[in-house]
């Protein structure tokens, strides 16, 4: 009987909170749930870019026969990426991304479901991201100059053009360096999202 | 403020010296063994190479940007800090495209510095910094400049979260 009481005198109780409560919260926790979501979805973006950059650059292995000064005048001669010390670079600095992405999209999830200290881990994930947009951006400069060199060639410096030997290998590089522009691009716009959703936190 | 500054002063200086970069040199080349070496006058120009030449864009505008954006924080010192305006945004979005392109015209220069210092037997290219020791020297060293200036950039775009946390926990 006593336990009957508080049930009935609480729905109606309930029944009136509700109302405004029902108001109050889509306002304020909508936007920045979509904010949680975008950025696990451009998070694992990210990581898609870099795993797909990494395994163009490392199947871009192409075989051509060149000619030979001597006997017998024609030789095979292969093309990998692990020939070049930048292309090495770049794809150890987006596999370093990849890992650190995944690692950030899973801390992200487990925000969206657990809305606890948030801040501090968005906080925490800006930096991440700046420091992997650094590592990023020098890894496409460094692939894209040394590709553009196999393109064009340097008449001053007397290095020749690869890629009217090598198309295959030149085609797939090209792609694999412009997924990683992409995910550059990917990177910048997370920090520019993580920042806001940081800033809408504080109380005006 | 003081990182915009030194910023500022660190990729001038690496436009500055990159892009006064040139040498020549008379280069012996040995074509047959047992024959004396042609001597060839060759220069080494910084627009020779489309890689220095970015590096050298891309710092005059890194440049040109912190001198402008330094105009930002004094705006905003007169007022609230706790504002959070839409070109505090802005500020910050071009200063995290800054920190990419700086990145990536250090990374580009030090590639083809890498290149430069032990050719490639693979492609067939040959080292160039035995014969244009200054011309070697000068780019490592307006790249280290450019480093030093890429560094101040990306410490302002990280200390954007630590205010912002700071200024959230302060209100909690």
Redesign the interface.
Known sequence: MATHEPEKVGPPAEASVAEPEKAAPPPTTGPTDYFKVADVVLRLLVFASALVSVVVMSISKQTEIVPTPFPPYRAPLPAKFNHSPALIYFVAALCVAGFFSILTALGSLYSLFKPGCSAKIISHFIIIDVLLLGIVASATGAAASVAYIGLKGNTHVGWGKVCNMYGKFCRYIGASIGVSLFSTVLLLLLVLLSVYSLSKKIPK | MVLRMMGLIFTLVAAIVAGTNKDTQDVPITLVDGLPPLHLTLT??WN????TV?FVVVNAIACAYAATSMAFPALNMGGSR?N?TCSS?LV??LD??M???L??????????G???L?G?S?????K?CYAFKRYCIQGGAALVMSMLG?FFF?CL??L???N??R???L?Y
């Open positions: 080494a120009k020779y190479m489309s890689s970015y706790r959070w945004m910050s979005a995290l495209t920190v990419a392109l990145f990536s015209a250090n990374g580009a220069s030090a590639a083809i890498v290149i430069a032990n490639n693979h492609t067939h290219w040959h160039v890429s990306l775009v990280l954007l979260p630590l912002l946390h200024t959230a926990s209100n």
